[in-house]
């Protein structure tokens, strides 16, 4: 376990209903012995938990900071807590009966032993059977905390013996205020990411690592402006983002929505946010981007399918920009 860089439960922002849950089950003499931590990546499940563990360790139950179990956990080293993360892609069996070995063993420190699973939804099918035999006749010194995004992923059998606790996507303003003050970013790059990142303060900060931001502005100013060599400019550096490309689609998908639902008078366009789309653009560009996705999958090359969508946009643009300047030249047509 490497050295933590653990929040108290004033630190979380946004999830104030599960904190909530969890407190409230901690003032109780038992806890359940197993929950699922529900919700969006990125919003706060894997630093909740442990956040709930480092109280339930310290001395006066309050994440002091100062005594002897929380000193150890900060440093990543209590000899209660386990954290059981995928060991390559999956999580297998072998890592349960490793885990299986201990669990009939009181606690070495604290009154019990803590087990996380940040990643819950990685388990192979006959790591999560064997899971559940330990879930079912759990020794009742060991708690359970099981990270997952949504329940499909995982056996029925399983979800049933967890208590469920579920997290929200932050709201925005919540997520602009925690990227000024605790991640130092500008009030200007935090609003426009806030707007992107569809609650997830994990995939603000992946954009804001990425440069996102003004590689979104690039794409829409080559496909705005309809220069052709803006748009080469774009499709040779886009495919060099990699395994983050369909993050990038799904920001110009989130940008094309803020769109249409300024167009339906529905919510403002976030001024942070590159230019407008216009009216007629919106709903055939997404249908177009949608194609992004598989473009990856089938492994075309990026560069020659890029040139040809962002000229495709490029025209695209132009047409409905025509049309809201001249409304009646384009119901006629
Ligand atoms: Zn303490």
């Known amino acids: 376990m490497p050295e933590l860089k653990a929040l108290s439960f004033d630190e979380i922002k946004g999830q104030d209903r599960a904190l909530g849950i969890l407190l409230k089950a901690q003032g109780k003499a038992r806890l359940p012995h197993a929950y699922l931590f529900l919700g969006p990546e990125g919003v706060g499940k894997e630093t909740t938990a442990l956040s709930f563990f480092w109280r339930l360790l310290c001395e006066g139950k309050t994440a002091c900071g100062k005594c002897v179990p929380c000193a150890k956990f900060l440093r990543g080293n209590h000899p209660d807590v386990e954290i059981i993360s995928p060991a390559s892609k999956s999580l297998k069996i072998e890592q349960i009966r490793a885990l299986e070995a201990k669990l009939y063993f ?95 303060l994990g995939r603000a900060l992946r954009l804001a690592e990425r440069g996102f931001l003004e590689e ?9 402006t309809g220069k052709p060599s803006q748009i080469v400019a774009v499709a040779e550096t886009l495919p060099k983002l990699k395994e983050d490309l369909p993050l990038f689609w799904e920001m110009v998908l989130v940008w094309l929505r803020q769109g249409l639902l300024s167009h339906l008078e529905l919510d403002e366009f976030p001024e942070m946010l590159p230019e407008k789309p216009p009216r007629d653009f919106v709903v055939p560009a997404m249908e177009r981007v949608q194609q992004a996705f598989s473009a990856i999958q089938m492994n075309l090359n990026q560069e020659i399918f890029l040139l040809e969508l962002l000229t495709f946009l490029a025209e695209l643009w132009r047409k409905a920009l025509h049309a809201e300047v001249s409304p009646v030249g384009a119901r006629a047509a």
């Open 106 to 200: 009181r606690p070495l420190e604290a009154e019990r032993r803590l087990i996380l699973f940040p990643d819950a939804e990685a388990m192979t099918r006959e790591a999560a059977n064997a899971l559940l035999k330990s879930l079912e006749e759990p020794p009742p010194y060991n708690l359970f905390v099981l990270v997952a995004k949504s329940t499909e992923g995982l056996l029925p059998t399983i979800v049933s013996r967890c208590q469920i606790v579920r997290f929200r996507p932050l709201p925005q303003k919540i997520l602009e205020q925690v990227l000024v003050e605790r991640f130092g970013l500008s009030e200007e790059e935090a609003k426009g990411l806030s707007c992107l990142a569809e609650g997830s």
């Open 216 to 224: 979104l502005s690039r794409f829409v100013k080559a496909i705005s």
